[in-house]
Nanobody, 130 residues
Framework: QVQLVESGGGSVQDGGSLRLSCVAS???????MGWFRQAPGKEREGVAG????????YYTDSVKGRFAISQDNAKNTVYLQMNSLKPEDTAMYYC????????????????????????WGQGTQVTVSS
């Protein structure tokens, strides 16, 4: 069992920045970690993901060059630095974890979907106004 707690959301102007944090109860170094978002009336979509040890990262096309995912295993924390925010980034952002993902056959973080992550946080709201 892994508990995830997100923080760092808020309201910013177009072009602003936020840094989301996700604290995991354990096993960060062995987890595949992902950030997903869901806007009202839309499907939950993957935003970024990071493999165990941070050896590889994934970004959806719409955030490439603006968002950066990182992790601090000593703090069991994964971050999502979001720069140049746009109104279309407005959504509830969720952290997700899949412990020991490599042992479970998930060799490519970019190929993981929301169905592949068993543990989820409660979400943190990001609102970007124009």
């Amino acid at each position: 069992q892994v508990q995830l707690v997100e923080s760092g959301g808020g309201s910013v102007q177009d072009g602003g920045s936020l840094r989301l944090s996700c604290v995991a109860s354990r096993y960060t170094g062995s987890n595949c970690m992902g950030w997903f978002r869901q806007a009202p009336g839309k499907e939950r979509e993957g935003v970024a993901g990071i493999s165990p040890g941070g050896t590889s990262a994934y970004y959806t096309d719409s955030v490439k060059g603006r968002f950066a995912i990182s992790q601090d295993n000593a703090k069991n924390t994964v971050y999502l630095q979001m720069n140049s925010l746009k109104p279309e980034d407005t959504a509830m952002y969720y952290c997700a974890a899949e412990p020991f993902c490599l042992l479970r056959g998930h060799k490519n973080i970019a190929a993981m979907t929301k169905a592949d992550f068993r543990y989820w946080g409660q979400g943190t709201q990001v609102t970007v106004s124009s």
